[in-house]
């Protein structure tokens, strides 16, 4: 994808404009300004699958667009799963819906795909 199809959703730093939210309880995960727009592809579990399967079953879908967060302290609501290898998945600290990203262990970075949040304009 290109800038310009998010382009609504950035500031001229490539930021995000707008407030961050759950999708689904509407829980504030971010504040504008917080996370970096950036093209980086990852595979995450779908949000809604069978519990029975163990996480190496989990089906998963491929995402490009993220917003990256330097600082885990940045998010205002967030949730973590268990450590699933070099990766925890990032969910909703309210209804503990997800994941809409991931923390990379080695790196301290959190990416939150966008097409799983609701941008709040």
Known sequence: MDNQDNADKL???QKNLHKVRCQFCNSLIMLNNVGTF???EFSLPLMHQKHSK???E???ENFKEYWIIE???HFENIGFSIS???YKYLICADCE???FGYHDLSTKR?????KRVKHEH
């Open 84 to 86: 699933v290898g070099n």
């Open 110 to 114: 959190s990416y939150v795909a966008l």
């Open 11 to 13: 500031n001229e730093n």
């Open 97 to 99: 819906m997800g994941p």
């Open 71 to 73: 600082d885990m302290f």
């Open 38 to 40: 950036i093209e980086s």
């Open 54 to 56: 163990s996480i190496d």
């Open 58 to 60: 989990f089906d998963s």
